[in-house]
């Protein structure tokens, strides 16, 4: 009645995320709990905040977790960022893009959106008229949207914000760990994360970083838990009051700071496993993890490439850790990844919108970004193409295309 | 610079929760991921809804998981149920009352609240005649408060609320496994609950169950990501728009039901930790850990007694699971906290608002509702409550208090 023990089948996850989790970070969340308020668990918290300061490459001291997955990120960045009629505008390239849209509306901001075809990305200028005619609040975009594989290039977008008087919020939930991310070099307000992908760890807990001026906003709307908290007691207007108790990030900040206010019950084994998917990204140091993904997401594409597949998008700007490829005419798609799944245990991604049944996503990220999974991945693609019927190319194929990678460090 | 490895010391959390988890469950947890459609993951997913169905001790199909901590059910069940300007009676008993009363406000809401001393409950007459007065579309209540250690009755509520035509909210958080909890039997419903009091699991996961009232009015309220689904694409009136994304249970209904439609990442770990809690409490028998929940938790009010301590709040009416007990006066309560967290690793519960410095709180609950942990924590309290200079009485004490416990099986 009560089922079996928790026990899946091995897989290898080759998607656009969640990815397997890399096994230290499994053994670390095996540790058993500590109390909330005790020295060892605010210790590990204080050392959870450093290390993502190292891992967005931020000052910001106000850089924490959120206890929900990635999209609990972003809708507590929106909520406690946005009161209802603020100008907010959303630039969209992807499925993500539209996600951001529909949190803000939900907040009541006024939202403007300006969309590229699927597979693009804006210009810096595109974005500078946008910000110069909307005049917006904040900026809400998606840095890597998996749902095309690219990667909206982020540089120069927090000068234009900050010469019009805007805050920037950025979801690097893909990106992060895998791609370069500049928090403050880029001058990003307020950027969220998530464990299931570069980061090699399960989703559940959401990395957030907030800059000063972000902080300053919070301070604005900072609201009251009246009854609740011992030491405040003053009431707070409610039209400024932050729409989300759960989510609301002065709430979560006093908890996280020094004054650590009581407010959720902080998820102790999710807070164990982030620490360790920092700690390993840093230890194996930021830029050679991305330098890794970009090595072995290359090589994934050019063995795609090699099996006669047509990559998706402009790939001057592909994420370093996914990629996109077309389903080759009159193969079904979703068969093809259900005989992958079954007869290799390897999974690859479908896709949304108007790329559903159109392309298949293929993921090297986290754990996963080696050549063994990359080899494994290719070599079992190309007996199932086949089998479904495709001309793959004989006589150079994937090992061609590959090159020397065969030969390379794993 | 990244720190060392995890590896707290060894904790006896008997405070009021979160309190150690199983073994059992941590094991669980360190399973390797699968994809979030992978056959393997939507079955487990299906086991669970029906796990915690027998938990809540309901037929509600629609019963599932939120990612996020027990206050993240809540504020789902009140953001998903509440449109601006509805009315809801909040009847307040102690400090998470108040969290109810704060959240529905932030929802928009009209809240009424009844207030009772903290240390009492309400009689049903009561509840009836503000349900009368008020006419609420909701009625929202705590069932356990662990701030007062006391349970509302709620076998008369729902009755009450179906002749007044609303709807009951419990929240079942800190009494779930170790108290009575009859979601059908009582007519609630809307529950929801957390994984770190009787059920043994670490914070992070927020089982919840919906009768089919509750989910025709999420129906009511459905709404749509706008071009995030592939099969749907009317609008919606932005009046009835669910204020959250992340927290909208219509979505995480089609998430977790037969449709299956894209939602949030799940967060597998903690799902696989959900089960696993689930699966202990019923292979033990629901019963059998309620009956154990009743022995362990009145041998430490025993117990605490032979110390010479006073119990707080009416007795008739209070959990199973945790005791408040006051602070002799002359007493650091801080201090002798500390004191045993260091010199036992023991940690016992401060507490809230009126009764901050008034009372400490002694839980015994889920993997800690064990003769064992029981009697080590007595035996210590014992040691430290007499350097901290109190007449702790002698000849008979905990020992003579306890009876034929210390005789009986674990």
């Known amino acids: 009645m009560t089922g079996l023990p928790i026990d899946p089948p091995p897989r290898l996850l080759m998607g656009p995320g969640p990815v397997n989790a890399d096994p230290r970070v499994l053994r670390a969340m095996s540790a058993q709990l500590v109390g909330q308020y005790d020295p ?11 290390l993502y300061r190292a891992v967005f490459r931020t000052a910001n001291e106000a850089t924490l977790l959120v206890d929900g997955t990635s999209r609990a990120g ?4 929106l909520v406690s960022l946005l009161e209802p009629g603020d100008r907010v505008l959303v630039p969209v390239f992807g499925r993500f893009g539209h996600l951001l849209r529909e949190i803000a509306e939900r907040c009541g901001a006024e939202v ?9 990305v804006f210009t810096a200028r595109e974005l500078e008229e946008a910000v110069a005619a909307v005049r917006p609040k904040l900026v809400a975009i998606v840095h890597g949207d998996t749902s095309t594989t690219l990667a909206q290039p982020l540089d120069e977008l927090g000068a234009i914000c900050a010469r019009h008087g805007a805050l920037l919020y950025a979801d690097v939930t893909a990106s992060l760990g895998g791609n370069p991310v500049e928090v403050d070099a880029w001058g990003v307000d307020v950027a969220t994360a998530g464990l299931q992908k570069c980061l090699g760890g399960p989703s559940g807990s959401a990395p957030v970083t907030l800059s000063p001026a972000a902080v300053a906003v919070l301070d604005g709307r900072r609201s009251i838990e009246a009854g609740l908290r011992d030491d405040r007691d003053e009431e707070v207007l409610p039209a400024s009051r932050i729409r989300s108790n759960y989510l609301d990030l002065a ?9 650590r206010l009581n407010h959720h019950t902080e998820a102790t084994t999710m807070l164990y496993g ?4 920092a700690r390993i990204l840093l230890e194996e140091g930021l830029d050679a993890a991305v330098d890794r993904h970009r090595r072995h997401g290359a090589a994934m594409a050019a063995g795609l490439r090699g099996l006669g597949l047509t990559l998706f998008g402009d790939q001057s700007v592909r994420m ?3 990629v ?8 079904d798609g979703e068969g093809v990844r259900g005989t992958f799944l079954r007869d290799y245990g390897i999974e690859i991604g479908t896709s949304f919108g108007p790329l559903h049944g159109r392309i298949w996503r293929v993921g090297t990220m986290g754990h996963n970004a080696r050549r063994d999974a990359v080899l494994t991945t290719l070599v079992a693609l190309e007996d199932v193409l086949r089998r479904a ?3 793959v190319p004989t006589g150079g194929g994937v090992a061609g295309a590959l090159g020397s990678y065969t030969q390379e460090a794993a």
Chains 1, 2 share one sequence.
């Not at 060892?40 to 050392?47: D, K, N």
């Not at 996109?324 to 193969?331: F, L, R």
């Open 40 to 50: 060892v668990m605010t210790g590990y918290m204080t050392e959870t905040m450093a």
């Open 74 to 77: 972003i809708e507590a960045a």
């Open 112 to 120: 403007h959106v300006r969309e590229v075809p699927w597979g693009t």
């Open 251 to 259: 709430m979560i900040l006093d908890y996280w700071g020094e004054r």
């Open 274 to 277: 982030a620490r360790e998917c």
């Open 320 to 322: 370093a850790n996914v």
């Open 324 to 331: 996109g490829v077309e389903i080759p005419d009159g193969v």
């Open 389 to 391: 019927g495709v001309a």
